[in-house]
Every structure is written in C-alpha cells, then in structure tokens.
C-alpha cells in the first residue's frame, strides 16, 4: 500500500510541477497579452482593409508591401489566415499575394511582439519582425517562382466550385464597391464617425465597440492554442532532460549547428499542433532547452505548418500543392531563421546567457503582478463594452463565428452556410465544417425543445450564449424562434431578415 502511494506522489509530483511552470509563464505574460490583443482589435477596427484588398493583383513589390500590411491589420490565428487567404484568392488576388498576407496575419503582429518582449526579451521581438520582412521577401521571390500557370488557375477554380458562396460573395462585394464610386466601407455608420480614407474616426463609439468585440474575438478563438501552448512549454521545461535537448539540437559545429536548428525548429512545429500565439512560450522552453537564436525564430515562423494546417491546404489546393507548398515554406522560414541569426550575430545582439529556469515559478509583488492587476481591470472594461456593443452601435457588417467566437466582417467571411433561412458566418471552413457535423456542440438557432425544457441557444447575430428561459430579448420568423442578448441584436435581426426576403 505504502509503496503504491509513493509511486503514485512520485508520479503527480512532475505534472504539478509543469502545470505550475505552465501556469506561471502564462502569470508572466498576462498584461502583454491583455495589451497585445487589445491593440490588434483597435487596429482591425479602426484601419481600413478594402482598399488592400482590391490592390493584391501581383507579387510586385509594392503588391507585396500591400499583402504585408493587409495582414499585419488582420491580426489572427493560423487557422483564420489559412481561410481568409484561400478567400482574397477565389476572389481574384494574385497567389503568392495571399501567401504573403498569410505569413503577416500570424507573424508580423503586435501582440506577438509583446509577448517576446517580456517572456524571452527584446531581441527576440526584434527578430520577429526583421525576420519576418526577411521571410516575406524570400517568398514573394521563390513562390512567385514556382507557383504559376495553369496550376494556379486550376485551384482557383477548384476552389470556386466547391465555394460558390465565396464567388457570389465576390461579386456582390465588387459590385457594392462600384455603386459608392469605389470607396471602401465596412459599414452603414455615419459619415462622420469615418474619415476620407474609409477607416473609422477614433471619435466613433461604434468603432471603440467594435475593437473590443474583436480582442474578445480573438482571445476566445485563441485559446486552446494558448491552453496548449503553455502546458506544453510546462512540460517542456521541467520534464524533458538537457541531453535529450542535446540530442535534438546540435552544439560544436559553429555554422553546420545553425544550418540544423534552423530546419529542425519548423519540424517541431509541424509535429507540436500548436500555432499563432500558442507557440511563443514553446519557444521559450525551446530556448532554454538549447535551441539557437535562428532555430527559436524559424520555430516561430513555422506556426502556418502545423499539421492541422498542411491537412487544410490539401483539401483547399490538392496533395501536390500542399507538398509544394510544405517545401517552399519550410526552406524560407528556416532560411529567415538562418539569415536573422547572421545579422544579429554579425550586430552582437544575440543573447549570450540562458536562465535556468523560463520564468520564476512563484507569486512575488513584482511590476509584473501590479500591471497584471492593472491590465485585468481594463480587461473588464474591455469584456463590459463587448457585452454592451449594441449600446454604442458596434457590430453593424459583422458576425460571430458560432464555433470559435471570432468576429468576422460579413463583406470579406471566408465561409458561409445558409442554416434554417439565414446567414451564418465563419472566419474558416474548418469552423463551418464543425459547424455542420455539430462536433463543437453548438446548434444556433435553436428553439426550446417541445418538453418544454431550457437549453441554451446562442444568439444568431452576435454569437452570445442566451438561456431561453430568463431571455428578454427575441424574435419569430419561418416558425422558429429566435432568442437575442439585446435590443439592438433583435433589430439587426429584422434588418438583415427582410433584407434577404427581399433579395429572394
């Protein structure tokens, strides 16, 4: 019995202690994240993207600037950026344009930068965004290379017929365009509330609503990524010996050691499932595991190869263009990684030492816990906006994906379902597929069932949790009812439902 019992301490003893390595790298990291996705959902609502998105025609330098700064403005996870460059390309964008926007919506970001900046220092954020530029530069001018012709044509109407929502979403987005002399609009706000460029004023209440629907977005699509993320560097750090980190990552061989962290980074990123912010705290255990420099930066690169999304490429492009494009992004990323180490090396600003430990496994009444306590305050000031959008007019021309939660702007979603006579809107067809198998547990839509029993619905329009039962707010239409949060989602309800009786 005794002997049970300490096998079985010594057994839970090394999962308390990753979890509690987990746990306190997230603690470490809890006010730039807050900042992080705060910042990202200010940009995605108040810079205008439309203008971009017409402008993606070629790989040209100016195109790829443009891809770039498309993506640095549509801040999301990999699986969102996969979906949303598959869309920019049934709708007309040049290929590689839409890779080059994939690359910066996960890697080029702000909330990223921060977090690098406090979990592993400034060098680093640093390398993510010189890499980064380094990275895109490689692939606009290798991918341009090789992805063209008929191959590309090809996909793109492969990926028509099997989208025709997309087309015609295409073509009504053009076609709205043209009927406002080519102005970009993301909305039917007033005038006043936009500026001459079509972006939002900062005076606009609607668009501050809307920036904190998309931090909410964001963090709630994000989070078994970032769940993931830090039980697996937990784990990492405390139960993984250094040998066996010796073993995986070469040492004494100056360049040679470089050449092979670099392609081996992206491999532990294919095999890990863990992508967009999810893989920052794997890097810091990688770090201190004894991966190099350029190794920790193609490791971070490497998040659009996870191997989720290498099975999303093949459906969206078939089996040869995903091994095609497997190779090309996996050379890049590990050259980036690679050319990265040799600027900041040649720069001396490559970071000597290695803590022993990533983080401090333990409270103490640091700067970090007073600007967590800060940061969570504003946190619930962000989460009572959002609750209250409608209040200040946000969510007019968007959605909710009712599997992971992200706002989607209604013009550009990259899929859509037409459930029960209406709309739904996702920012992936993954989302839409789990949607459609019900493997998520969400039925939207749904009424009461005939027993008379409560079961929680979710909102048609903002993607929010309502319990029929205690409801206030809700609306009948085809002999379904319908169950709301506000006033203000019933009345976008009505709107956008005599609009499509219209439109039929």
């Given at each position: 019995?005794t002997?049970?019992?300490?096998a079985?301490?010594?057994?839970?003893?090394?999962?308390?202690?990753?979890?509690?390595?987990?746990?306190?790298m997230?603690?470490?990291?809890?006010?730039?994240?807050?900042?992080?996705?705060g910042?990202?959902?200010v940009?995605?609502?108040?810079?205008?993207?439309?203008?971009?998105?017409?402008?993606?025609?070629?790989?040209?330098?100016?195109?790829?600037?443009?891809?770039?700064?498309?993506?640095?403005?549509?801040?999301?996870?990999s699986?969102?950026?996969?979906?949303?460059s598959?869309?920019?390309f049934?709708?007309g964008?040049?290929?590689?344009?839409?890779?080059?926007?994939?690359?910066?919506s996960t890697?080029?970001?702000v909330?990223?930068?921060?977090?690098?900046?406090?979990?592993m220092?400034?060098?680093?954020?640093?390398?993510?965004?010189?890499?980064?530029?380094?990275?895109?530069?490689?692939?606009?001018?290798?991918?341009?290379l090789w992805?063209?012709?008929?191959?590309?044509?090809a996909?793109?109407?492969?990926?028509?017929?099997?989208s025709?929502?997309?087309?015609?979403?295409?073509?009504?987005t053009?076609?709205h365009l043209?009927?406002?002399?080519?102005?970009?609009?993301?909305?039917?706000?007033?005038?006043?509330?936009?500026?001459?460029?079509?972006a939002?004023?900062?005076?606009?209440?609607?668009?501050?609503?809307?920036?904190?629907?998309?931090?909410?977005?964001?963090?709630?699509?994000?989070r078994?990524?970032?769940?993931?993320?830090?039980?697996i560097?937990?784990?990492?750090?405390?139960?993984?010996?250094?040998r066996?980190?010796?073993?995986?990552?070469?040492?004494?061989?100056?360049?040679?050691?470089?050449?092979?962290?670099?392609?081996?980074?992206?491999?532990?990123?294919?095999?890990?499932?863990?992508c967009?912010?999810?893989n920052?705290?794997l890097?810091?255990a990688?770090?201190?595991?004894?991966?190099?420099?350029g190794?920790?930066?193609?490791f971070?690169?490497?998040?659009?190869?996870?191997?989720p999304?290498?099975?999303?490429?093949?459906?969206?492009?078939g089996?040869?263009?995903?091994?095609?494009?497997?190779a090309?992004?996996?050379v890049?990323?590990?050259?980036?990684?690679?050319?990265?180490e040799?600027?900041?090396?040649?720069?001396?600003?490559?970071?000597?030492?290695?803590?022993?430990?990533?983080?401090?496994?333990?409270?103490?009444?640091?700067?970090?816990?007073y600007?967590?306590?800060?940061?969570?305050?504003?946190?619930?000031?962000?989460?009572?906006?959002?609750?209250?959008?409608?209040r200040f007019?946000?969510?007019?021309?968007?959605?909710?994906d009712?599997?992971?939660?992200?706002?989607?702007?209604?013009a550009?979603?990259?899929?859509?379902?037409?459930?029960?006579?209406?709309?739904?809107?996702?920012?992936?067809?993954?989302c839409?597929?789990r949607?459609k198998?019900?493997?998520?547990?969400?039925?939207?839509?749904?009424?009461?069932?005939?027993?008379?029993?409560?079961?929680?619905?979710?909102?048609?329009?903002?993607?929010m949790t309502v319990?029929?039962?205690?409801?206030h707010h809700?609306?009948?239409?085809?002999?379904?009812?319908y169950?709301?949060?506000?006033?203000?989602?019933?009345?976008?309800?009505?709107?956008?439902?005599?609009?499509?009786?219209?439109?039929?």
């Amino acid at each position: 019995m005794t002997g049970t019992f300490v096998a079985t301490v010594a057994w839970i003893d090394p999962i308390g202690r990753s979890l509690r390595e987990g746990f306190f790298m997230f603690w470490e990291t809890l006010w730039p994240l807050i900042l992080g996705f705060g910042l990202s959902g200010v940009v995605q609502s108040f810079v205008s993207r439309d203008a971009l998105q017409r402008k993606l025609g070629n790989h040209g330098v100016v195109a790829t600037a443009r891809a770039s700064a498309y993506g640095m403005v549509s801040s999301s996870c990999s699986y969102a950026a996969s979906a949303m460059s598959k869309s920019l390309f049934v709708k007309g964008a040049d290929f590689v344009s839409t890779l080059v926007f994939m690359f910066a919506s996960t890697n080029l970001v702000v909330e990223l930068g921060v977090i690098l900046v406090v979990l592993m220092g400034w060098q680093f954020a640093a390398s993510e965004f010189i890499g980064g530029a380094i990275m895109i530069a490689l692939l606009a001018t290798s991918a341009g290379l090789w992805f063209r012709g008929r191959e590309i044509e090809a996909a793109r109407a492969t990926l028509i017929s099997q989208s025709p929502t997309l087309s015609t979403s295409a073509h009504a987005t053009h076609d709205h365009l043209d009927q406002h002399d080519g102005s970009p609009t993301m909305s039917d706000e007033p005038s006043s509330e936009r500026s001459s460029t079509g972006a939002r004023s900062l005076r606009s209440p609607s668009g501050w609503a809307n920036a904190a629907t998309y931090t909410m977005a964001d963090l709630t699509m994000l989070r078994k990524e970032m769940v993931v993320g830090y039980g697996i560097a937990g784990f990492l750090a405390t139960l993984v010996p250094t040998r066996w980190w010796n073993v995986v990552f070469l040492h004494g061989h100056g360049f040679w050691t470089s050449v092979e962290n670099v392609v081996v980074g992206p491999f532990i990123a294919i095999i890990s499932f863990v992508c967009s912010v999810g893989n920052v705290p794997l890097a810091a255990a990688l770090w201190h595991g004894g991966i190099s420099f350029g190794g920790v930066v193609s490791f971070i690169f490497a998040d659009l190869i996870a191997f989720p999304l290498l099975l999303i490429y093949r459906r969206y492009y078939g089996t040869k263009m995903m091994v095609k494009m497997l190779a090309i992004f996996w050379v890049v990323m590990a050259a980036a990684g690679l050319l990265t180490e040799g600027l900041f090396t040649a720069a001396h600003l490559v970071p000597q030492t290695r803590s022993t430990q990533v983080v401090a496994a333990h409270f103490s009444w640091n700067y970090t816990t007073y600007l967590n306590l800060v940061f969570l305050v504003l946190f619930g000031f962000i989460y009572w906006v959002y609750r209250h959008r409608a209040r200040f007019g946000g969510g007019d021309g968007y959605a909710i994906d009712p599997v992971c939660g992200m706002q989607v702007e209604i013009a550009h979603a990259p899929a859509v379902l037409e459930h029960e006579g209406s709309a739904v809107y996702f920012c992936s067809d993954h989302c839409r597929d789990r949607f459609k198998s019900g493997s998520n547990g969400t039925h939207v839509h749904a009424a009461p069932s005939s027993s008379g029993a409560n079961t929680e619905v979710i909102d048609p329009i903002c993607g929010m949790t309502v319990d029929p039962a205690t409801a206030h707010h809700s609306s009948r239409r085809d002999d379904v009812q319908y169950y709301f949060c506000s006033q203000g989602c019933v009345e976008r309800f009505d709107r956008e439902s005599m609009a499509h009786h219209h439109e039929t």
